[in-house]
């Protein structure tokens, strides 16, 4: 999938011309690409389009008007677009009471290394993006954790005509949820980007 450049990014003005509609879009392709993993989890499949949103309201909250702040802004949320042959997520653990999160966030430690992606019987992991800020003492995790999936050819292949889950086995939360043949076509097309 090609990378953000500058040229991607729309100034304000222009931005807010087209705001409403990419809005509009975003929203509708997030729908796709959101996937609740029981009670306490959501991942959200992260592209080019999802990104350049993330960019433009940054820019647009922050009144970002010169190319190096958005240069930066773009060096960090391309990290979050898939190379060839990946799906990127954002995995949220959705608690906002802080009674259920000081009893789950040290519950869930390493929850990274417990989501994979099952594609015709083979489990793909995920792969952390960001590992130094995922822990605090070994003993508690974050809410939010950036995962890469890195595919082979054939699961590639068989993704849009297989059966495919997302898989999390963490002693503490199990959860297995099939993807609906929406949301599979809409990942695949991921792949031939």
Request: proline share 2%; glycine share 4%.
């Amino acid at each position: 999938m090609r990378k953000l450049t500058n040229a991607d990014i729309k100034d304000l003005r222009e931005y807010e011309r087209e705001r409403d509609a990419f809005l509009a879009e975003i929203i509708s392709m997030k729908k796709k690409r959101r996937i609740a993993l029981g009670d306490l989890m959501t991942i959200v499949f992260e592209n080019a389009s999802t990104m350049r949103f993330q960019i433009q309201e940054m820019a647009r909250a922050e009144r970002m008007l010169r190319d190096e702040q958005i240069a930066h802004e773009i060096e960090t949320y391309n990290e979050l677009v898939p190379e060839d042959g990946e799906l990127v997520a954002t995995l949220f653990i959705e608690i906002t009471d802080l009674d259920l999160l000081r009893e789950w966030l040290p519950r869930l430690t390493r929850i990274q290394n417990h989501i994979a992606i099952e594609v015709a019987g083979e489990r793909v992991p995920g792969q952390e993006i960001d590992l130094e800020r995922l822990t605090r003492e070994e003993e508690i995790t974050t809410t939010v954790h950036y995962l890469r999936f890195a595919f082979t050819d054939a699961q590639r292949a068989a993704f849009g005509e297989s059966r495919v889950a997302i898989v999390v086995d963490h002693p503490n939360y199990e959860v297995r949820v099939d993807l609906s043949d929406e949301q599979r076509s809409e990942l695949v097309g991921d792949f031939a980007a």
